[in-house]
């Protein structure tokens, strides 16, 4: 994956629909600045939302300042990849298992939820279903890694988070 900084602007244009007024490069983050004069708590909280839900764990912050709404994204590649602790290999493997799961229980999430039942509970219920040997991982992570890698999959299904 290549991140492109002129690509990140022009979908942050389109995304949030306001002027640039300033962008900043750091290190390994980009800051860009917008004038968001007149825009209600909840417009900018809305901008925020498709913001974080755009760039996923690339966007460091999106948040109103003044006037303005600030939008920081990482540009350093091994920060993003990084997020998780779990191994890519390792972590394919898992989300496939989970996945089968998911395909022969698609209802168990809905079931969950109308049982009071945490998302916490539901991404390990599922793992331990679907057979994935987690005793490998054990010797490199704990439980906070796993359910990390756990929360993204569901996550990326729709279902479940931490």
């Given at each position: 994956?290549?991140?492109?900084?002129?690509?990140?602007?022009?979908?942050?244009?389109s995304l949030v629909g306001l002027e640039l007024f300033n962008q900043s490069h750091a290190a390994f983050s980009m800051e860009y600045?917008?004038?968001a004069?007149?825009?209600?708590?909840?417009?900018?909280?809305?901008?925020?939302?498709?913001?974080?839900k755009e760039f996923g764990n690339r966007c460091v912050g999106a948040f109103p300042s003044d006037d303005k709404f600030i939008v920081v994204l990482k540009?350093?590649?091994?920060?993003?990849?990084?997020?998780?602790?779990?191994?890519p290999e390792d972590y394919a493997e898992m989300k496939k298992a989970v996945e089968l799961v998911l395909k022969k229980h698609p209802d168990a999430y809905k079931q969950y939820k109308q049982q009071g039942l945490t998302?916490?509970?539901?991404?390990?219920?599922?793992l331990r279903a679907s057979g994935y040997d987690t005793v490998g991982l054990y010797k490199y992570l704990n439980d906070s890694h796993i359910n990390a890698a756990l929360a993204k999959i569901l996550a990326n299904t729709g279902k479940g988070k931490t």
């Open positions: 994956m290549k991140i492109s900084i002129s690509n990140d602007l022009t979908v942050l244009q600045v917008f004038k004069a007149g825009l209600t708590v909840n417009q900018v909280k809305q901008l925020a939302l498709r913001v974080m540009t350093n590649l091994r920060s993003v990849s990084s997020a998780l602790k779990i191994k998302d916490m509970r539901y991404n390990w219920d599922i």
